[in-house]
């Protein structure tokens, strides 16, 4: 099992839906989780930090539940230029491990 | 954006060949790391630094080595390129009060024929 999970998707939403993504960790130890986003053949670019039970900015909300192990990511009013993969990310060791996900892949269309 | 940089951006080299890739930061981190990214395996940790002159391994060093002679640079050195190595490698730092986030550099494509 991986220690970080992540649907693949596709996800293929209209613009202006809400679309939300899970993630489940298997490391009871991690002490810290990243959403990032990363768009085709670029790097990823850090999108959210989770520290406690979750975070909010703008059209974006994740929550962590550490009873059930998993983090979501919510997407309020889909933006075309929301379209990319978004990657789970859990930090241990200190927090300088990280250890990511695969991505889900969100498409918004008009 | 951090400032990190990758030198080169892409690279053809070919089975046997040393190569060696370049990090350079601005902000003055005191960690930095690289990675690798393939399909279906999500970026994995090669090797980190957490000072100048300290370095660890992460999950996937075998056939890798690193160096980091000043705070600012950080260089990943194939020593003999093979196939399997053939990936996008990514520099990412962190600073010791971020909070874990770490940045990532624009990466570097490498093929190995």
């Known amino acids: 099992r991986k220690e970080v999970e992540q649907d693949p998707g596709p996800f293929n939403v209209p613009e202006g839906a809400t679309v939300a993504f899970n993630c489940t960790y298997s490391?009871?130890?991690?002490?810290?989780f990243f959403w990032y986003r990363q768009d085709c053949r670029k790097e990823p670019k850090l999108l959210m930090s989770?520290?406690?039970s979750g975070n909010e900015d703008g059209r974006f909300t994740a929550q962590l539940n550490r009873a059930s192990q998993y983090i979501s990511l919510l997407i309020r009013d889909s933006k075309l230029s929301d379209s990319a993969t978004y990657l789970c990310?859990?930090?241990?060791?200190?927090?300088?491990?990280?250890?990511f996900g695969t991505g889900t892949q969100l498409k918004v269309e008009l | 954006d951090a400032g990190i940089t990758q030198s080169p951006r892409h690279k053809v080299t070919e089975t046997g060949t040393p190569v060696t890739l370049r990090c350079h930061q601005t902000e003055n981190h005191r960690y930095m790391y690289w990675y690798r990214q393939d399909p279906g395996h999500g970026l994995r940790l090669i090797h980190y630094?957490?000072?100048?002159?300290?370095?660890d391994k992460g999950e996937v060093s075998d056939g890798y080595s690193v160096s980091r002679s000043k705070t600012e640079d950080f260089l990943l050195t194939l020593e003999s390129a093979t196939s399997s190595q053939t990936s996008v490698y990514f520099c990412?730092?962190?600073?010791?009060?971020?909070?874990?986030?770490?940045?990532f550099g624009p990466g570097t494509r490498l093929t190995v024929t």
């Open positions: 490391n009871s130890a991690s002490q810290s």
């Open positions: 630094s957490y000072g100048v002159k300290d370095t």
């Open positions: 989770v520290y406690s």
């Open positions: 990412a730092i962190s600073g010791s009060g971020s909070g874990y986030e770490q940045y």
């Open positions: 990310v859990g930090a241990t060791g200190g927090g300088n491990k990280l250890t």
